[in-house]
């Protein structure tokens, strides 16, 4: 695993960490960093990472706090706070 890789997995901790604690906003600054990380290294992001942040606002989600979860056809609706919705398949 390459040093950004860890990196990026690192960020992702100290993200929930801090969406845990209540601290909203050094979660979203653990995200952006996590986000830049990648892009320079030309790496994509770890699915976990990708479905528990929003692509608007850069909020860590968590599902009944700042995030909500439904079901519908086949996929997954993750609507943040900010109003976002993010769609993801699953199989029954």
């Known amino acids: 695993m390459s040093v950004a890789a860890e990196r990026i997995e690192r960020l992702h ?5 801090a969406a845990t604690e209540g601290d909203q906003e ?8 996590a986000r830049r990380v990648a892009e320079r290294n030309r790496l994509g992001l770890p699915r976990t990472f990708r479905r528990f942040t929003c692509d608007a606002c850069d909020a860590y989600l968590r599902p009944g706090r700042n995030a909500r979860v439904r079901l519908q056809d ?8 900010c109003g976002e919705q993010a ?4 199989d029954d």
Do not use: F, N, S
């Not at 901790?13 to 960490?17: F, G, M, Q, V």
């Not at 050094?26 to 960093?33: E, S």
């Open 87 to 90: 769609r993801y398949p699953y």
């Open 13 to 17: 901790e100290l993200a929930r960490a």
């Open 74 to 81: 086949g996929h997954v609706v993750i609507t943040c706070d």
């Open 26 to 33: 050094r979660a979203r600054y653990y995200v952006r960093l």
